[in-house]
């Protein structure tokens, strides 16, 4: 049929195919609600394609077949946001919505409305349009500058190439995997032996980083965008009025929106969506209430990490059900015994869950927790499984309470419940469990940071006997290491040179590394910092430990008892000999003080996740630069660093007006 058309009857059916296809996708993809079969769609696309390769020329930018991009990409170019994409601040109950609900008030004359949105659990995405035309994609990123994902994001078909009006605008909004898409696509990797992705928004996220274009094409992304951040000469006076626009240019957003007068009447909003979460074929976290009227949102105001005319309501960690098989027990580096429930594998949350924490055997007995019971699981901070309770109208007709171990798992020595511990401990000082976890300990990332000596290296130079305590590690020699499973001669040498390299770490890193009871990295740079050396912290008095602020009586008896025991005056005997540093290396308290630094006697608190530090280097870069840095927020807080989804401390402080920093912030001050 192509064949017998002329180039300018061509071009008149492209243009009208190409139309006509628009037209259907957005029925199907944005609008949920197709008005052809399959085969017609598949019928019409062929005859494009067919015309298109009789006439190149006639193939246009944004024909559907133009969807799916070629060749592998290289990377992602950076590009800066023209305004930030901000994020949101977090309400956990009723009670911090009725304070959002004050907050707002103080800041606006009322009347203003709350528009009601569902938290979409995907990945922030801004999309450009030019007269009407897609431009552009970029991801999130740190806020300011996100990554270009502009010919993945033409993969995905709910995306409208060619706007309804030749308007120019950027809209944001959440890419997101649907539940059903994320659990075919997890099977299909499962039986191809890939690892499969932990939940929709991992899938997404990895979906839209993916270099290879024809793997956004092929799994099943959406979109609902739920802003409108620039737009030329349309007027808009509301956040519904935006969210009406952007459906009439044929963009897709979420139907699951409404406008209410007052906070009871968003919580009942709230209640409702939590309770049909489940059966949504896509995953929410929450609920985002906005401030409707863009005038009132302006009067608002924001704040450099938020608005201030906005919140998310975050729903309760997700609860299952499932049965309990067996008790772990592990023994801890001070002889802690902790239990872990191993259960029947259940889905929790976007993933597979097996194994949760028990805490401890109070916890245990407070909920009577017993083999065969069906257990309610949900995951920590939405991360780390636990056991909450048990259903005991499911519990079996012959259960027995359960048998608590009375000795040891690893060395068979009789275990103690002290009067004022919630957990069994291990009293035996020459355990084979908790000398293998102090050995971990000592070697790990804070405390003497020797790279290559993990678990299963430690577990195994206990075992054969060629290092029982730490300072054995100093008499080390390669031979001995070549006897260890799967350590060829390069590992044994790097092994070897990161032993040799922690010999020269300062002071605090060790006093972590020994495991002091109630010496954390925290505690120990404070010590190390206050006596110098391992000789002055031995000698050191009580009272000037407890003089030491941030510490107390509990650390100062703690440090006695453990300088009192002749196995560590033993122990530290071989690793002098070893040569091992005890000098503290950092800058003296002295020095701190002279230093005047944006910081110096500033009273400093961190909170959210940072990017380029860990939260224990920030605060030694800070303490280094005179700075004083606390666990909360008070009026007495100078400046509170903010990282990504920060809490309630950036919340409070911005109640108390303290100045908050962003992490970009602090480190162009270190840098001064
Ligand atoms: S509004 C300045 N609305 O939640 C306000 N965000 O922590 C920008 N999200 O990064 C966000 N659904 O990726 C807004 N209906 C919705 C949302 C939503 C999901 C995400 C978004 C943002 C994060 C905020």
Redesign the pocket.
């Known amino acids: 049929m192509t064949k017998k058309m002329d180039f300018d009857q061509a071009r008149e059916r492209v243009d009208e195919l190409v139309t006509l296809l628009d037209q259907y996708s957005h029925q199907y993809y944005v609008l949920d609600q197709p008005t052809i079969p399959d085969e017609e769609y598949d019928r019409l696309y062929r005859e494009l394609v067919e015309l298109e390769e009789t006439y190149p020329t006639l193939v246009k930018n944004d024909s559907p077949t133009q969807r799916v991009g070629g060749s592998l990409l290289e990377g992602f170019e950076k590009v800066e946001h023209d305004t930030p ?4 601040d977090n309400a956990f109950s009723k009670e911090e919505l009725i304070d959002f609900d004050r907050r707002v008030s103080q800041l606006i004359e009322r009347p203003c409305t709350y528009h009601c ?4 659990d995907g ?2 995405v801004s999309l450009k349009y030019e007269k009407g035309k897609f431009k552009q994609a970029v991801t ?1 990123g740190d806020g300011s500058v996100g990554e270009n994902v502009t010919v993945n994001v033409k993969a995905i078909r709910s995306i409208p190439l060619t706007l309804k009006e030749p308007v120019t605008l950027e809209t ?1 909004g ?1 890419i997101y995997m649907p539940k059903s898409s994320f659990v075919a696509l997890n099977q299909k990797r499962e039986e191809q032996g890939e690892a499969v992705f932990a939940n929709p928004r991992n899938a997404a996220a990895g979906t839209i980083r993916n270099l290879d274009p024809k793997v956004t094409a092929s799994r099943n992304l959406s979109v609902f965008l ?2 409108l951040a620039q737009l030329d000469d349309k007027e808009i006076e509301s956040q519904s009025e935006a969210l009406q626009l952007l459906d009439d240019l044929g963009l897709k957003t979420n139907p699951e929106r409404r406008v209410f007068e007052s906070i009871d009447a968003v919580w009942a909003f709230v209640e409702e969506y939590q309770e049909k979460r489940t059966t949504l074929p896509y995953e929410i976290d929450g609920i ?1 209430i906005k401030v409707n009227e863009l005038d009132n949102q302006e009067k608002a105001g924001y704040t450099v990490k ?2 201030r005319w ?1 919140i ?1 309501y975050k729903f309760p960690a997700e609860e299952a059900e499932t049965l309990l098989r067996s008790v772990e027990w592990t023994v801890g580096r001070t002889g802690v015994v902790t239990p872990t429930a191993i259960m029947d594998p259940v889905q929790l949350a976007g993933t597979t869950v097996q194994r949760a924490s028990l805490h401890n055997v109070d916890l245990m007995k407070a909920k009577d927790i017993r083999l065969k019971d069906t257990v309610v699981v949900r995951k920590a901070g939405d991360i780390i499984p636990e056991v909450v309770k048990v259903n005991k109208d499911k519990r079996p007709e012959d259960s027995q309470p359960y048998a608590y171990p009375t000795h040891c798992p690893a060395c068979q020595s009789e275990l103690m419940h002290l009067d004022d511990e919630v957990a069994l401990r291990c009293m035996n000082p020459s355990c084979s469990a908790q000398a293998k976890e102090k050995l971990t300990h000592f070697v790990s990332r804070n405390a003497m940071n020797i790279d290559g000596l993990g678990e299963r290296i430690v577990a195994q130079l206990y075992d054969q006997s060629l290092v029982k305590d730490s300072a054995d590690l100093y008499y080390l020699e390669k031979e001995q290491l070549l006897t260890l499973d799967k350590i060829a001669d390069k590992s044994a040498d790097n092994m070897l040179s990161a032993i040799e390299r922690s010999k020269e770490n300062s002071l605090e890193r060790l006093v972590f590394g020994l495991g002091i009871r109630h010496v954390g990295a925290k505690a120990a740079r404070l010590l190390a910092e206050e006596f110098i050396t391992m000789e002055q912290l031995r000698k050191a008095p009580k009272e000037a430990i407890e003089a030491i602020e941030g510490l107390g009586e509990t650390v100062a008896e703690s440090i006695q008892a453990f300088f009192e025991l002749e196995e560590v005056d033993r122990l530290i005997q071989k690793l002098k000999e070893a040569s091992v540093n005890m000098e503290y290396k950092g800058k003296r308290k002295e020095e701190i003080e002279q230093v005047s630094s944006y910081f110096s006697g500033k009273t400093v608190v961190i909170t959210g996740k940072l990017e380029h530090y860990t939260r224990d280097e920030l605060e030694q870069k800070l303490t280094d630069l005179g700075a004083k840095v606390t666990g909360s927020v008070s009026k007495n807080t100078d400046y509170l660093i903010a990282g990504e989804d920060a809490g309630s401390k950036l919340t409070k402080a911005q109640d108390l007006e303290v100045p908050v920093l962003t992490e970009q912030q602090v480190l162009e001050e270190i840098d001064e």
């Open positions: 994409m901000l994020s949101l949105e569902l938290k979409i990945l922030a999130r944001r959440e739920y802003s985002v938020a608005p906005a998310a």
